[in-house]
């Protein structure tokens, strides 16, 4: 079972960036997909970005992509999430996720074998 601890969130203007990390333990970090998700108020968890085991693939929703990169760094056990030109609609608890199939990043909370205890972004607007 793998433990994955997030860090990097915060309260900020519309406009500005951040970057998450997601700190991983408890099996080869390298071995397997990460995903991103995120959970606003009243609101489903939502799949925002995954990224291979190696690093060499990654998939954003659409409402991310061109202003949030993912990426990971094997030899520091922690994916990252970059997120840029951040707006009110980015408000969400945010959650690191590894899959029960190890080589596909979970898109869906029912394909997640593990979770972190989420960290919290706010933006205002």
């Known amino acids: 079972q793998v433990q994955l601890v997030e860090s990097g969130g915060g309260l900020l203007q519309a406009g500005g960036s951040l970057r998450l990390s997601c700190a991983a333990s408890?099996?080869?970090?390298?071995?397997?997909?990460i995903s991103w998700f995120r959970q606003a108020p009243g609101k489903e968890r939502e799949f925002v970005a995954g990224?291979?085991?190696?690093?060499?693939?990654?998939d954003y929703a659409d409402s991310v992509k061109g202003r949030f990169t993912i990426s990971r760094n094997n030899a520091k056990n922690t994916a990252y999430l970059q997120m840029n030109s951040l707006n009110a609609e980015d408000t969400a608890v945010y959650y690191c996720a590894a899959p029960r199939d190890a080589y596909v990043w979970p898109k869906v909370a029912e394909a997640v074998g593990s979770w972190g205890q989420g960290t919290q972004v706010t933006v205002s607007s």
């Open positions: 408890g099996r080869t970090f390298s071995s397997f997909a």
């Open positions: 990224i291979s085991w190696g690093g060499g693939s990654t």
